[in-house]
Nanobody, 117 residues
Framework: QVQLVESGGGLVQPGGSLRLSCAAS????????MGWYRQAPGKERELVAT???????NYADAVKGRFTISRNNAENTVSLQMNSLKPEDTAVYYC???????????WGQGTQVTVSS
């Protein structure tokens, strides 16, 4: 089992920045990919960015050039730096950890990000 604890959400004006952090504990040795997803009201949960154990990153088109994901394997953390925030970035952001063997797909409790003037 893997436990994920997120921090860093809040209210920010359009054009502002926020940094989300996620700390993993438990069976961390099995984690392959860590990442961030988000879910806006009335919409499905969607990928924001992922970071593999090997160092590859993947971003949703909507956030490319504005968001940066980073991962610290020694500290078992993953962070998301969000710049040039837009109202459409408003959502609950979830940290995710994926393990292929043994299989596991873990979620944090979610942190609210609201972009509004």
């Amino acid at each position: 089992q893997v436990q994920l604890v997120e921090s860093g959400g809040g209210l920010v004006q359009p054009g502002g920045s926020l940094r989300l952090s996620c700390a993993a504990s438990g069976s961390i040795f099995s984690i392959n990919t860590m990442g961030w997803y988000r879910q806006a009201p009335g919409k499905e949960r969607e990928l924001v960015a992922t970071f593999t154990r090997g160092g590859s990153t993947n971003y949703a088109d909507a956030v490319k050039g504005r968001f940066t994901i980073s991962r610290n394997n020694a500290e078992n953390t993953v962070s998301l730096q969000m710049n040039s925030l837009k109202p459409e970035d408003t959502a609950v952001y979830y940290c995710n950890a994926y393990s292929s063997f043994p299989y596991g797909n873990y979620w944090g409790q979610g942190t609210q990000v609201t972009v509004s003037s």
